[in-house]
């Protein structure tokens, strides 16, 4: 098992972000850019919240979110991991993310008045000059 | 958080005076930060003294551990380290005072200890009766947690003290709990460091339970526990 460093978290209150969520952001970031490896072990909610000085209740509902985003897996009485599998797990999580990007896009060309046809060539247009 | 519960006070009155803390139901399970948080004179301080079975109630009960406090003194207090604010005076030196307490206890843990002092820092040969007010808070913190009690009350617990312990005082409550069998229990009223570290909230107001239950359900999503409790103490509606 590999058991490199994990960078360490860095929670804001500045942001006005709750602390579980940028908990989930920051692990889920490594663990997608690889900089957490599938099967490394993750502390304990308790070792985590005592490490970010945050209740237990903030370390186990972001854990919770990451296991069912599947990221990562709760193994019973030996801790918690980065999912093996995680490949297929984040890929599906990047398409959950570019679905909503793109509704929302699409929902704010129909407000506008662009119905499904115009917003379609819209979407061919950009996709073939390329533009982001 | 196992589900095993270590106190619980059932439809408990304590009259003080012309005070009255009335509690109907509190119940706190094992392996959690519970704060207890409300302005002066709230009865933060009424309340957590029936633990160690300090007071005795004028109506309803308390059990922790599944006893009586003021029927089984000796054998909550072995397993409840209570912290207070009013320090009896020793007239010993800090070294002998620990020798000394720790005879009490065949938990106590001198490693602890010196952990402890690594991080509250304390000049061992100072007589006890000598100490600051934030010098008072350290050493009352380190006797309350040294026999590594299962349940630890900590009553006001940053008073007195400065910026760096106040931060330590968080993280050596989270190292606490890193235990699943043991609980904090900890009152202010200053509410931003519970808000941090808190699993669970009873809110004083007055001598009544305005608000109890877990920490992210009072508090929701963008509002503070600063704000919660504004209103929850009828400085905002």
């Not at chain 1, 945050?54 to 030996?78: F, K, M, P």
């Not at chain 2, 490693?111 to 010098?135: I, M």
Request: charged share 30%; proline share 5%.
């Amino acid at each position: 098992m590999h058991t490199g460093p994990r960078e360490p978290l860095r929670l804001s209150e500045a942001t006005g972000v709750p602390f579980y969520r940028q908990i989930v952001q920051q692990l889920s970031d490594q663990i997608r850019s690889g900089g957490l490896q599938p099967g490394e072990r993750l502390p304990s909610v308790r070792e985590l919240a005592a490490e970010l000085v945050v209740s237990l209740i903030t370390t186990r509902r972001a854990y919770a979110e990451l296991e069912a985003e599947g990221l990562i897996v709760r193994r019973q009485g030996q801790g918690t991991f980065v999912r093996e599998a995680v490949e297929q797990a984040s890929r599906r999580q990047a398409r959950r993310e570019v679905e909503r990007s793109l509704g929302e896009a699409l929902q704010r060309g129909r407000h506008l008045g662009f119905d499904d046809d115009q917003l379609r060539e819209l979407v061919d247009e950009i996709l073939k000059g390329g533009e982001a | 958080m196992s589900d095993e519960e270590v106190i619980r006070l059932e439809n408990v009155e304590v009259r003080r005076g012309s005070f009255r803390l009335r509690v109907p139901s509190w119940s706190v399970p094992s392996g959690c930060v519970v704060g207890v948080i409300g302005a002066s004179g709230a009865g933060k301080t009424t309340l957590l003294r029936l633990l160690p079975g300090l007071d005795p109630v004028h109506g309803g009960s308390v059990r922790v551990f599944g006893l009586d406090p003021r029927r089984a003194p000796e054998d909550v207090r072995s397993a409840l380290g209570y912290m207070t604010d009013d320090l009896p005076v020793f007239s010993m030196q800090l070294d002998e005072l620990f020798r000394f307490v720790s005879g009490y206890y065949p938990s106590w843990d001198a490693t602890l200890v010196d952990e402890l002092l690594q991080r509250f820092p304390l000049e061992l040969d100072k007589q006890a009766s000598e100490l600051s007010k934030g010098e008072a808070t350290k050493l009352r913190l380190i006797l309350a947690m040294a026999f590594r009690p299962r349940v630890l009350v900590l009553d006001e617990p940053a008073t007195g003290l400065d910026l760096m312990s106040r931060r330590n005082l968080l993280t050596t409550v989270l190292e606490v709990v890193k235990e699943p069998e043991r609980t904090v229990i900890v009152s202010s009223h200053a509410i931003v460091d519970l808000e941090r570290i808190a699993d669970h909230l009873l809110v004083l107001r007055e001598g009544e339970v305005v608000q109890q239950g877990a920490t992210d359900e009072l508090v929701g999503e963008g509002r503070s526990l600063e704000e919660a409790f504004l209103e929850w103490s009828g400085e905002r509606t």
